[in-house]
C-alpha cells in the first residue's frame, strides 16, 4: 500500500523560503514521475515540480523555474520540495504525487495522471 504524507509547509514572508517534505512509503518505483502538485482556492491544481527517480530528470513549469528545486533521497524514499523567492501567488496547498505508469511529456503536468496522492500541506506567502 503506498502512502505519501508531506509536511513542512507555513507561512513567509514574500521573498522567503520554504522546504517541503514528502515520506513515501510502499512507493517502489523508479521509472515514473514523482513530484509536487498545487492547488489555490478557485484553481486547477497544476504540477510544479516533476522529478523521474531513476534517471534524475526533472521538469519545472516556468512560473517556478529557478525558484524550486525537487529532489529524492533514495535511502528512505522521501521527495522534497526547496522553494526559494516565494511570491503571493506561491500561496496554496501543495500535494505530493507519484504515478505507476509512463506518463507523455505532455501530460506529465496533469494530475489525473497520477495515482497516489499525499493529503497536503498549506503553503501561505505574505506580501
Known amino acids: 500500500q503506498v502512502q505519501l504524507v508531506e509536511s513542512g509547509g507555513g507561512s513567509v514572508q514574500a521573498g522567503g523560503s520554504l522546504r517541503l517534505s514528502c515520506a513515501a512509503s510502499?512507493?517502489?518505483?523508479?521509472?515514473?514521475?514523482m513530484g509536487w502538485f498545487r492547488q489555490a482556492p478557485g484553481k486547477e491544481r497544476e504540477g510544479v515540480a516533476l522529478?523521474?527517480?531513476?534517471?534524475?530528470?526533472?521538469y519545472y513549469p516556468d512560473s517556478v523555474k529557478g525558484r524550486f528545486t525537487i529532489s529524492r533521497d533514495s535511502a528512505d524514499n522521501s521527495l522534497y520540495l526547496q522553494m526559494n523567492s516565494l511570491k503571493p501567488e506561491d500561496t496554496a496547498m501543495y500535494y505530493c504525487?507519484?504515478?505507476?505508469?509512463?506518463?507523455?511529456?505532455?501530460?506529465?503536468?496533469?494530475?489525473?495522471?497520477?495515482?497516489?496522492w499525499g493529503l497536503g500541506t498549506q503553503v501561505t506567502v505574505s506580501s
Open positions: 522529478i523521474v527517480p531513476r534517471s534524475g530528470f526533472t
Open positions: 510502499g512507493y517502489t518505483y523508479r521509472d515514473y514521475y
Open positions: 504525487a507519484a504515478a505507476n505508469h509512463g506518463i507523455s511529456n505532455l501530460r506529465r503536468g496533469r494530475p489525473d495522471e497520477y495515482t497516489y
